[in-house]
């Protein structure tokens, strides 16, 4: 585990090196409920009382990673992506292992993870316009959310 790790560590630091000086783009997005109960008991939120702002029952992230790949000539490229991590929060310790209750018979992940995005990016291909940008792969696109009031 431990040697698997460090060579995951230095594959990502070289990628980073080996391309041109260019900045890595990063971005996130994290929630966490956070309750309490009378008896002990797993707090669940209540979003059809309240809504769902600060009133969630699960752990869910998001981390963005991108990166100008390419850029010559008034070409470039963009390679984007995102992970995604989701957990209910029933235990203390966060696995993608399966875990049985089998007091309650039933078996589940403690956390999932997913990939929300990977696309690339291309700007400057098309000579008769210059500014339009080609994707391919997976991208949000036009995504609307309205998860305050998405009961």
Not at 10 to 37: E, I, K, P, W
Not at 53 to 74: A, F, H, M, P, R
Not at 131 to 141: E, I, L, Q, T
Request: negative net charge; aromatic residues 10%; glycine residues 8%.
């Amino acid at each position: 585990m431990k040697v698997k790790l460090l060579t995951t560590s230095v594959a990502l630091a070289l990628s980073m090196t080996a391309l041109n000086a260019n900045a890595v783009d990063f971005t996130g997005y994290f929630r966490s409920g956070v309750g309490v109960s009378q008896d002990g008991d797993m707090q669940t939120g209540r979003q059809n009382f309240v809504g769902r702002l600060g009133n969630e029952s699960d752990t869910y992230t998001e981390i963005g990673i991108g990166q100008e790949v390419y850029n010559k000539d008034g070409k470039t490229f963009y390679v984007d992506s995102m992970l995604s991590m989701q957990s209910d929060g029933s235990n203390d310790y966060e696995s993608t292992t399966t875990v049985c209750n089998f007091d309650q018979k039933e078996c589940k992940d403690d956390a999932t993870f997913a990939l929300r995005q990977f696309n690339v990016k291309a700007k400057g291909l098309i000579s008769a316009a210059p500014d339009a940008v080609v994707w391919a792969g997976k991208r949000f696109y036009q995504r609307h959310d309205l998860h305050i009031i998405d009961t």
